[in-house]
């Protein structure tokens, strides 16, 4: 695939390297979003506009009017979307931007990844399009693969019905392969407890939509957490769309080469876990030598072991100096 001429930055607002801005997978949506030759664009959870400044460029010469929906936007964004007016900047929900807003012809999800909110937003938008009279929009969603797959995880808990949450871990560290929560991996504000079961995960909401309807295509490409792609196959630009993303939708290779990323990148985290712990261990053991030093109880027992063990003691003031020197 050829590079594109456009200034990409996907680790802007990601100092981690984590990969978790849809920039990373430019190369395979913009083509599809050339095939599909929208008028306008929406983007939910635009966050700092990482993603919306590529669109803006994108669609610079194509007169693509861009709406970025985001209830807390970073300052980044909010300048940019000051200084760009085919940009609307809309500070509100996702599922109450998306009932304002002109349907646009490509729709982008990246917002809160839980199973509640994503299949209300593919209900509204749905909705929309079936009041206008119009085909469903190409509908893009980010965290299609782990660990949002098959796992709610919530920006504001407080924000979702009660009986549609999940059972929810503050702070959870996220591992692959671990179904639960453990001590190390991938740090998230709120967390379902447990990874699958029924309505549980992005995937498994764009699934369930797909399922329920005739006429719809989910095409899912397993890199960077996931992109997928809903779209009918009755509209107008569905085969040039799928000519794109076949050689990528499930692509066995990708799926192993996102398996060891994720496995990698939670390992990191797990790793500087332990060296945190470790770190935090090694000082209160230092605080406790320091007390030692000075209390008379050590300046007895090192007079004795001097004593006992004839002239070479088994601890001496100087050794635990060197020792905390060291450290």
Same mark, same amino acid.
């Given at each position: ?113 839980? @199973? /509640?909110?994503?299949? $209300? ?5 749905? !909705?929309?399009?079936? %009041?206008?009279?119009? &085909?469903? =929009? ?15 995880? @919530? /920006?504001?808990?407080? $924000? ?5 949450? !999940?059972?929810?871990? %503050?702070?959870?560290? &996220?591992? =692959? ?151």
């Amino acid at each position: 695939m050829e590079r594109l001429d456009l200034q990409i930055d996907p680790y802007a607002s990601d100092p981690g390297h984590w990969g978790a801005s849809l920039a990373t997978l430019a190369e395979i949506m913009f083509p599809c979003l050339d095939a599909v030759a929208p008028g306008s664009v929406a983007e939910v959870g635009a966050y700092a506009g990482d993603l919306t400044r590529v669109i803006l460029e994108w669609g610079s010469g194509r007169g693509v009017r861009t709406v970025a929906i985001d209830p807390a936007p970073k300052e980044e964004l909010i300048q940019l979307a000051e200084g760009h007016p085919e940009l609307e900047l809309i500070q509100q929900i996702s599922l109450e931007g998306l009932r304002h807003i002109t349907l646009p012809d490509a729709v982008i999800l990246d917002g809160d990844h839980n @199973y /509640y909110t994503v299949s $209300e937003e593919l209900r509204l938008i749905e !909705q929309r399009a079936a %009041e206008s009279g119009a &085909l469903l =929009p190409l509908v893009i969603l980010h965290d299609v693969g782990w660990p949002h797959a098959r796992r709610d995880s @919530y /920006y504001a808990p407080e $924000e979702i019905p009660a009986e549609h949450r !999940q059972p929810i871990v %503050e702070g959870p560290r &996220l591992y =692959p392969g671990v179904p639960g929560v453990r001590s190390g991996g991938l740090p998230y504000h709120w967390a379902a407890a447990t990874e699958g079961g029924p309505r549980n995960g992005v995937l498994t909401a764009a699934e369930d939509f797909v399922e329920g309807r005739e006429g719809l295509r989910l095409a899912v490409i397993p890199a960077f957490f996931g992109l997928g792609m809903i779209w009918q196959l009755a509209s107008s630009w569905s085969d040039a769309l799928a000519e794109i993303v076949d050689p990528w939708d499930r692509n066995p290779l990708l799926e192993r080469l996102e398996e060891n990323r994720v496995l990698h990148l939670a390992s990191s985290h797990f790793q500087l876990a332990e060296a945190a712990r470790q770190a935090e261990q090694n000082a209160r053991k230092d605080e406790l030598l320091r007390e030692m030093l000075k209390s008379r109880a050590f300046t007895f027992a090192e007079r004795l072991s001097w004593v006992h063990q004839r002239g070479k003691p088994a601890f001496t003031r100087d050794a635990v100096r060197k020792l905390l020197a060291g450290r």
